[in-house]
């Protein structure tokens, strides 16, 4: 089975940056998109960036100009640059990976445990 571990969330000031990362295990699973959602307590996980395989990128409009994701194929990782954030960023953000294993012809979504980010005003 695919592990998925995201890794640098934390507290900052509004205005700060923060760098996650997520790094899923290597098998036998073809990765096509990976993805940063998040998670507010009472509301619905919603999507922030993904990137495709191909490197194509696709935003939610509350993150557009201040967030940037980027993947290491080789590495199967990926990352969120989050610049100039505000308190209602404030989350747990989740790493999703997509792919395929090994003779599949159904997707498979496998997320990670999530990673806490605090923005203080």
């Known amino acids: 089975q695919v592990q998925v571990v995201e890794s640098g969330g934390g507290l900052v000031q509004a205005g700060g940056s923060l760098r996650l990362s997520c790094a899923a295990s290597r098998s036998t699973f073809s990765i096509s998109v990976m993805g940063w959602y998040r998670q507010v307590p009472g509301k619905q996980r919603e999507l922030v960036a993904t990137?495709?395989?191909?490197?194509?990128?696709n935003y939610a409009d509350s993150v557009k100009g201040r967030f940037t994701i980027s993947r290491d194929n080789a590495k199967n990782a990926v990352y969120l640059q989050m610049n100039s954030l505000k308190p209602e960023d404030t989350a747990v953000y989740y790493c999703?990976?997509?792919?395929?294993?090994?003779?599949?012809?159904?997707?498979?979504?496998?997320w990670g445990k999530g990673t806490l980010v605090t923005v203080s005003s």
């Open positions: 999703k990976v997509e792919g395929y294993y090994a003779g599949a012809y159904v997707p498979a979504n496998i």
């Open positions: 990137v495709s395989s191909g490197g194509s990128t």
